[in-house]
């Protein structure tokens, strides 16, 4: 049993916010992004929020401090996009390694500052290599003339999560959490790589987050929850769950759907409510933790926070309205009773 199992069977554990959305407070331009190294880049790179672990670190170290400093137990790498195929948009994929490393390094960085402020706080805080979906998938063609066609391969797919977990392993983190995921396919071609990597070593924990992308509970590759949680079991996770896609509102059904048939722990960070007629979002931090509370009492989740539009005070009121609560307890399974 890991550190984080341990801590997992004592209380519920609480993730941290939006990495973009506390970016987009800093109102950064392109030299921003750029930096000095980059100032001559022969390509825009406003946007590539990656980037800002090696052009802005102290930016990227100072938000994962406010998520500590708001109660988070776990603080997400800013990787969403450090991968070879995904950099491809800015023609950066050379430094998909490097921003691994330097992502993780932040995240380090902050939990050493935390401690440094905190020495009263003696809980233990856990960097997770956030794994990201991509922007091409393995199930759906791009063409709708060619239904058959792919714009990447699953070899292809998992050489370039290898590349991202090396990295993030290398940068110090503690746990990989393969995120967001629509296509399973990519999921299991990131499992793969996790596999293959660790094959003949001690294992990472990993924790696996699906979306739910509409109102029809599926996922956007077709599948239902029930079909995605078989399809990635086996990869035995310290936790399968959702994020993005729904506010917590409309995601409580798919929770307790969740709940009930997961075998690991289960994790849930939803955005803050559904995003207005301007892309924004409106919810509350009270009335996000007000309902990630409820799910709480009834015994749903043993790993809850927030995605898009959530802020250090959505996990703040988060933190506060779960700490007392007991975590979910795992099942026992038929096997476990022969």
Known sequence: MSFIHEELEKRILVIDGAMGTMIQRHKLEEEDYRGKRFKDWHSDVKGNNDLLSITQPEIITGIHLLYLEAGADIIETNTFSSTVIAQADYDMQALAYELNVASAQCARNAIKQYKTLHPEDTKPKFVAGAIGPLNKTLSLSPDVNNPGYRAVTFDEVVATYTEQIKGLVDGGVDILLVETIFDTLNA???????????????????MISGTITDASGRTLSGQ?????????????PLSIGLNCALGAQEM???????????????????????PNAMGEYDEQPHET???????????????????????????????????????????????ELV
């Open 188 to 206: 299991k071609a990131a499992i793969y790589a996790i596999k293959q990597f660790f094959r003949g070593k001690k294992e990472l924990p990993i």
């Open 224 to 236: 239902t929850l029930e079909a995605f949680y078989i399809s990635v079991k086996h990869a035995n």
């Open 252 to 274: 409580r059904g798919h929770i307790e759907e969740l709940s009930g048939i997961a075998a690991c722990y289960t994790s849930s960070y939803p955005n803050a409510g559904l």
């Open 289 to 335: 933790a007000h309902f990630i509370e409820e799910w709480a009492n009834n015994g749903w989740v043993n790993i809850v926070g927030g995605c898009c539009g959530t802020t250090p005070d959505h996990i703040k009121h988060i933190a506060d309205h779960v700490r007392k609560i007991e975590p979910r307890r795992l099942p026992v399974l038929e096997s």
